[in-house]
Nanobody
């Protein structure tokens, strides 16, 4: 099993930056993909960014050029550097880990989420 704990959320003014972190524990060697999703009130959860064990990265169009996902394999963590934040980025951000490269994956794990609020 995999456990995920997010941190780094908070309140920031538009144009500011935050860095989210996700620490994974458990059966971490089996993780193929880690990513970040977000969910705003009244909206569906959406993919923000993801990275594979092979180093591929994907970003939502809305965050390209502003957000960067990175991983520290030695510490079993993934980070999301968020720059030039906009009010539309306000959401609960969730860390996600996947086991298996199929769609859907064999297993999918979620953190409890961290709130990001961007004021104008």
């Amino acid at each position: 099993q995999v456990q995920l704990v997010e941190s780094g959320g908070g309140l920031v003014q538009a144009g500011g930056s935050l860095r989210l972190s996700c620490a994974a524990s458990g059966s971490i060697a089996s993780i193929n993909v880690m990513g970040w999703y977000r969910q705003a009130p009244g909206s569906q959860r959406e993919l923000v960014a993801r990275t594979t064990s092979g180093g591929r990265t994907d970003y939502a169009d809305s965050v390209k050029g502003r957000f960067t996902i990175s991983s520290d394999k030695s510490k079993n963590t993934v980070h999301l550097q968020m720059n030039n934040l906009k009010p539309e980025d306000t959401a609960v951000y969730y860390c996600e880990a996947e086991v298996g490269l199929s769609s859907p994956p064999l297993y999918q794990y979620w953190g409890q989420g961290t709130q990001v609020t961007v004021s104008s």
